[in-house]
């Protein structure tokens, strides 16, 4: 099992900038992609911004140029900073762990945190 914790969330107008972080906890494990999804209100959990273990990145559209995404696989974190924020940027966001292995094992596995709120008022 690896549990995620989320921090960072809160509220902010519009144009201002919020910083997630996420830190994973656990044995043995090393995690394949890790990042961020979130989920407004009557939609659909979306990607956002994940980060590959060899470093690679990926941005949802709406977010790109405007989200960083890092991670530290040594302290097995992930954090996204979040500027020029938007109202519609508003949702419950969440910290992934994917393509998670375990060494005492097989297969891969998938984690999910409890999710922070970001709010963006106009």
């Known amino acids: 099992q690896v549990h995620l914790v989320e921090s960072g969330g809160g509220s902010v107008q519009a144009g201002g900038s919020l910083r997630l972080s996420c830190v994973a906890s656990?044995?043995?494990?090393?995690?394949?992609?890790f990042g961020w999804y979130r989920q407004a209100p009557g939609n659909q959990r979306e990607l956002v911004a994940v980060?590959?273990?060899?470093?690679?990145?990926n941005y949802a559209d709406s977010v790109k140029g405007r989200f960083t995404i890092s991670r530290d696989n040594a302290k097995n974190t992930v954090a996204l900073q979040m500027s020029s924020l938007k109202p519609e940027d508003t949702a419950v966001y969440y910290c992934?762990?994917?393509?998670?292995?375990?060494?005492?094992?097989?297969?891969?596995?998938?984690?999910w945190g409890p999710g922070t709120q970001v709010t963006v008022s106009s």
């Open positions: 980060a590959s273990s060899d470093g690679t990145t």
């Open positions: 656990g044995r043995s494990f090393s995690i394949g992609v």
């Open positions: 992934n762990a994917d393509r998670v292995r375990f060494t005492d094992r097989f297969g891969q596995y998938k984690f």
